[in-house]
């Protein structure tokens, strides 16, 4: 039992240990920029001495948002069709095909919409074809196993005497699901959705490969786009000394990015309808 | 146990006792300079010490200057450096070991073959977005350049962009083989990498009218070119000696020019 704990204790550790650690190396250059001027300042310089991270900001917020209006409708239909709609036969095949889709590596993804989607955007829509759209499209497909598969199991997890009693009630099916299940369904739901953002938020190798990396802030979809995770993984090899100090200030902000979506995630989820 | 946490104490006090030169027969010397150079000097070191187990290379960053004050206070037997030697830093002597080269490079079907220095700020400073102002098609100039810090990014803004910062709307990538990719699949993109990593997929432009080759970088007829130089103070010992002739060696040569420097003896044109 002691061993059981400490190996717990040792996941709070390495938690603890790398927020202290991060802190440590990126705040003192936060404190010394100023805040505001960090997380607003549009202009990313480091040969300058120019640290705002505002833009990049923006690009990870385009990109998220995007991979959310991708992933969110698709993983909710295929959980909803997996578990009510899919003829019995079908159900087991389809089910762990789409948990497989988590078992492709990032790099493979990035290297996918690389040689596929970058240059069909740059040639039927125009741009340099690395943009804000190849990133969602990729990340999309990236957070949708997430989402469908926590949507399935809460969906699973709604007792029979709902749809029962509701089907008996004269509700058509599509009734059924719409008015009765993912409402029963909603804490559930969320947290899919809540932890696909973290993914998109988070995700590196894939995003760097299709973003294009442009310091500018997109104004269109088609444009290019560097996101937070992005810019660390992307000037890491070189840094020292205050640039290196600024990348770990961005994984500060990044951290508390993810940190407050999943503050945000458990107050959702325990809300309303999660209290019974 | 405690013998035996002793006994790996005692061997470990030994390996570094034998790593300080001590009676081990370990010879150790230090470079330390430019880190543009760093990277090139680090795999040319590896590869001496596998040919050399007894003699370590130590190296170090820093930059240029930092370097050569090392070899003039006798902190280091050897300085890297990515600029000519000032007045001050007498006493040392340079040795061109490679010249790193870069070249602007399109996509094969661009129209445009020659650039002038100018033309090439102005389109990197984001102050001219369009092909059709260089001499081609009209069409969106898509450009593409290193991330911060990286050192063929330092050299192509020290010797091409005369103190303008790069545009914001270049896309930016982590290596001379994701900027090749970029250019190779684009038509519509300009950007820059080392010159020995030019292939068939890409075009080099002149620049000036002068063509990017390894000859005119010798010649001194191609300007985005700087040298990189090994320095060396007054008096040098023989194992810093015997270090500089393997990278100038036909082996040290050719381990450069694999990583896209242009050799400046021995291995003919690239």
């Given at each position: 039992?002691?061993?059981?704990?400490?190996?717990?204790l040792?996941?709070?550790?390495?938690?603890?240990?790398?927020?202290?650690?991060?802190?440590?190396e990126?705040?003192?250059?936060?404190?010394?920029?100023?805040p505001?001027?960090?997380?607003?300042?549009?202009r990313?310089a480091p040969?300058?001495?120019?640290?705002?991270?505002?833009?990049?900001?923006?690009g990870?917020?385009?990109?998220?948002?995007?991979?959310?209006?991708?992933?969110?409708?698709?993983?909710?239909?295929?959980?909803v069709?997996?578990?009510?709609?899919?003829p019995?036969?079908?159900?087991?095949?389809?089910?762990?095909?789409?948990?497989?889709?988590?078992?492709?590596?990032?790099?493979?993804?990035?290297?996918?919409?690389?040689?596929?989607?970058?240059?069909?955007?740059?040639?039927h829509?125009?741009?340099?074809?690395?943009s804000v759209?190849?990133?969602s499209l990729?990340l999309?497909?990236m957070i949708?196993?997430?989402?469908?598969?926590?949507?399935y199991?809460?969906?699973?997890?709604?007792?029979?005497?709902?749809?029962?009693?509701?089907?008996a009630l004269?509700?058509?099916?599509?009734?059924?699901?719409?008015?009765v299940l993912?409402?029963?369904?909603?804490?559930g739901i969320?947290?899919?959705i809540i932890?696909?953002t973290?993914r998109?938020l988070g995700?590196?190798?894939?995003?760097?490969m299709?973003?294009?990396?442009?310091?500018?802030?997109p104004?269109s979809?088609?444009d290019?786009?560097?996101?937070?995770?992005?810019?660390i993984?992307?000037?890491?090899?070189?840094?020292?000394?205050?640039?290196?100090?600024?990348?770990?200030?961005?994984?500060?902000?990044?951290?508390?990015?993810?940190?407050?979506?999943?503050?945000?995630a458990?107050a959702?989820?325990?809300?309303?309808?999660?209290?019974? | 146990?405690p013998?035996?946490?002793w006994?790996?104490?005692?061997?470990?006090f030994?390996?570094?006792?034998?790593?300080c030169?001590?009676?081990?027969?370990l010879?150790?010397?230090t470079?330390?300079?430019?880190?543009?150079?760093l990277?090139?000097?680090e795999?040319l070191?590896?590869?001496?010490?596998a040919?050399n187990?007894?003699?370590?290379?130590?190296?170090?960053?820093?930059?240029?200057?930092?370097?050569?004050?090392?070899?003039m206070?006798?902190?280091?037997d050897?300085?890297?450096a990515s600029?000519?030697?000032?007045?001050?830093?007498?006493?040392l002597?340079?040795?061109t070991?490679?010249?790193d080269?870069?070249?602007?490079?399109?996509?094969?079907?661009?129209?445009?073959?020659?650039?002038?220095?100018?033309?090439?700020?102005a389109?990197?400073?984001?102050?001219?977005?369009?092909?059709?102002?260089?001499?081609?098609?009209?069409r969106?100039v898509?450009?593409v350049s290193?991330?911060?810090?990286?050192?063929t990014?330092?050299?192509?803004?020290?010797?091409?962009?005369g103190?303008?910062p790069t545009?914001?709307?270049?896309?930016?990538?982590?290596s001379n083989?994701?900027?090749?990719?970029?250019?190779?699949?684009d038509?519509?993109?300009v950007?820059?990498?080392?010159l020995?990593l030019?292939?068939?997929?890409?075009?080099?432009?002149a620049?000036?009218?002068?063509r990017p080759?390894?000859r005119?970088?010798l010649?001194?007829e191609?300007?985005?070119?700087?040298?990189?130089?090994?320095?060396?103070?007054?008096?040098?010992?023989p194992?810093?000696?015997?270090?500089?002739d393997?990278?100038?060696?036909?082996?040290?040569?050719?381990?450069l020019?694999?990583e896209?420097?242009?050799?400046?003896?021995?291995?003919?044109?690239?």
């Amino acid at each position: 039992m002691a061993a059981l704990r400490l190996a717990a204790l040792s996941t709070l550790l390495a938690l603890v240990l790398i927020a202290i650690f991060i802190l440590a190396e990126g705040l003192p250059l936060i404190l010394h920029e100023g805040p505001a001027r960090f997380i607003l300042g549009r202009r990313w310089a480091p040969g300058d001495g120019d640290y705002g991270i505002g833009n990049l900001l923006a690009g990870t917020a385009w990109v998220t948002a995007g991979a959310l209006l991708i992933g969110v409708p698709l993983g909710l239909s295929i959980a909803v069709f997996l578990c009510e709609v899919a003829p019995p036969p079908l159900a087991p095949f389809l089910k762990p095909a789409v948990e497989l889709l988590a078992a492709i590596p990032s790099v493979v993804y990035g290297f996918v919409g690389l040689v596929t989607l970058v240059p069909l955007i740059r040639t039927h829509l125009g741009g340099p074809g690395f943009s804000v759209l190849a990133c969602s499209l990729v990340l999309g497909v990236m957070i949708l196993p997430t989402i469908a598969s926590v949507t399935y199991d809460s969906l699973r997890a709604v007792p029979s005497a709902y749809r029962e009693g509701s089907l008996a009630l004269g509700a058509a099916r599509w009734q059924t699901i719409t008015r009765v299940l993912i409402p029963a369904a909603r804490p559930g739901i969320l947290a899919g959705i809540i932890l696909g953002t973290g993914r998109a938020l988070g995700e590196t190798m894939a995003v760097l490969m299709v973003a294009g990396n442009a310091l500018r802030a997109p104004t269109s979809p088609l444009d290019p786009v560097r996101t937070l995770t992005g810019n660390i993984a992307l000037e890491m090899g070189y840094a020292a000394g205050e640039h290196r100090q600024a990348l770990f200030a961005t994984g500060v902000v990044l951290f508390l990015v993810i940190f407050s979506v999943n503050v945000v995630a458990r107050a959702l989820v325990r809300g309303p309808s999660g209290a019974r | 146990m405690p013998g035996c946490r002793w006994r790996s104490c005692l061997a470990l006090f030994l390996l570094l006792a034998a790593g300080c030169g001590g009676p081990g027969g370990l010879e150790t010397i230090t470079v330390a300079g430019s880190t543009s150079v760093l990277p090139y000097v680090e795999y040319l070191a590896e590869e001496y010490m596998a040919a050399n187990p007894q003699v370590r290379v130590n190296v170090q960053g820093g930059g240029s200057t930092a370097g050569l004050q090392a070899v003039m206070a006798g902190a280091a037997d050897l300085g890297m450096a990515s600029r000519p030697l000032h007045p001050t830093e007498a006493g040392l002597t340079a040795i061109t070991i490679a010249w790193d080269a870069i070249a602007v490079v399109v996509h094969p079907s661009n129209e445009v073959v020659s650039l002038s220095g100018e033309q090439i700020r102005a389109v990197f400073a984001g102050l001219v977005r369009d092909w059709s102002e260089l001499g081609g098609p009209h069409r969106p100039v898509t450009v593409v350049s290193r991330e911060e810090g990286s050192g063929t990014r330092e050299a192509f803004t020290a010797l091409v962009m005369g103190g303008l910062p790069t545009t914001d709307r270049a896309l930016v990538q982590d290596s001379n083989g994701a900027v090749r990719e970029v250019v190779a699949a684009d038509p519509a993109a300009v950007g820059y990498l080392s010159l020995g990593l030019v292939d068939g997929r890409i075009r080099a432009l002149a620049v000036d009218g002068e063509r990017p080759t390894a000859r005119a970088v010798l010649a001194g007829e191609y300007r985005l070119a700087r040298p990189f130089l090994l320095v060396r103070p007054a008096e040098t010992g023989p194992v810093p000696r015997e270090f500089l002739d393997f990278v100038l060696g036909p082996r040290g040569q050719s381990l450069l020019a694999e990583e896209g420097l242009v050799p400046v003896a021995g291995t003919g044109d690239r």
